[in-house]
């Protein structure tokens, strides 16, 4: 078992504090946060062992995990990466480019393994269908959420758009050509729904909406290639597979059959792939000890992170382009 600490106890990493607590593969030593009386409370409710300085508990794991706001991602994971321990660090990897850049620097230099949490990749939806999505060719994206304070203090481009974002580049063998993108500030200082338009070197085009003030929540994506349309519903956990192939000469009596206008038959079917409940955020932090213990490569890099965050800030600069 390796010995986790996490960093961080809000919202989220008292999910991650229960889960680590919960898996077999890790042996939860305790947790910080900066906020004494919090971290004091959750201890107190939970049972969980409080450390009131990050340094102590740092030297006292194997794996951190960092679940703390996204401005101090990057002086916590340092803290880890120089006193040699691997980290799991929730998305977006940094605040900024530079920070992630530096951190995939250290985690090389010290020979240390990290994982970001874009927990999407986890989603048996996505995992059901991934393999599947070959190539494709146009790509929509829909991430709607009801309004929530938490999280505003960002811009939906890195609160929602980006899970968007790491799932599009892990399908997509291209660089990102060019970038068209608005986004508007609704309630927030920073903006609330945003769209981005991203130009791929292999032709392939992904259009992305976001907002986090909508009447509903929504999380689907759409994946258009050859020959094949495959739909995800991130939230809902359900997929549509959607192919054509060669008609047959003699189509039987339920056959679908499409004649475009040069004369080529095909025929529509559709595969319905079998997907498993799990807990997504204990299957990444799972994969990440596992990763660790036959050292394998993380299903989410350090570099992916950051290619990710990469991305989302060209969106930002983007927008606010469009606003001067």
Do not use: W
Request: hydrophobic share 40%; aromatic share 8%.
């Amino acid at each position: 078992m390796l010995k986790v600490g996490v960093l961080g106890a809000g919202h989220l990493g008292k999910i991650h504090l229960r889960l680590l607590n919960q898996s077999p593969k890790y042996d939860l030593i305790g947790f910080y946060d900066a906020d004494i009386i919090n971290g004091k409370k959750v201890a107190d409710e939970f049972g969980y062992t409080y450390f009131e300085n990050i340094n102590e508990l740092i030297e006292n794991v194997d794996v951190v995990d960092i679940v703390t706001p996204t401005l101090s991602h990057f002086e916590c994971a340092k803290k880890a990466i120089e006193k040699r321990k691997h980290v799991f660090i929730e998305k977006p990897i940094t605040n900024t480019l530079e920070e992630a850049e530096s951190l995939v620097s250290l985690a090389k230099a010290y020979n240390i393994k990290g994982q970001v949490g874009h927990v999407e990749r986890f989603n048996p939806a996505f995992t059901a269908v991934k393999n599947k999505i070959q190539q494709p060719m146009f790509i929509e994206t829909h991430r709607l959420a009801e309004f929530n304070p938490r999280g505003t203090d960002v811009p939906v481009v890195l609160d929602l758009m980006i899970h968007d974002i790491d799932a599009i580049l892990s399908v997509v063998n291209s660089k990102v050509k060019q970038i068209n993108a608005s986004g508007v500030s609704v309630i927030s200082q920073s903006p609330d729904i945003a769209n981005a338009r991203l130009e791929f070197e292999n032709g392939c085009v992904a259009n992305l909406t976001a907002s986090r003030i909508s009447l509903k929540n929504m999380r689907k994506s759409r994946f258009f290639q050859k020959d094949a349309y495959i739909s995800v519903d991130f939230l809902e956990k359900k997929v549509e597979v959607v192919k054509m192939k060669d008609a047959p000469e003699i189509p039987g009596d339920f056959d679908m059959v499409l004649q475009n206008a040069e004369g080529i038959k095909k025929q529509i079917y559709f595969e319905n792939p079998s997907i498993e409940e799990n807990n997504a955020i204990l299957d990444e932090l799972d994969a990440f000890a596992d990763a660790i213990n036959h050292n394998t490569t993380p299903v989410v890099t350090l570099e992916q992170g950051t290619q990710a965050l990469q991305v989302a800030l060209r969106i930002i600069e983007a927008f606010e382009a469009n606003t001067l």
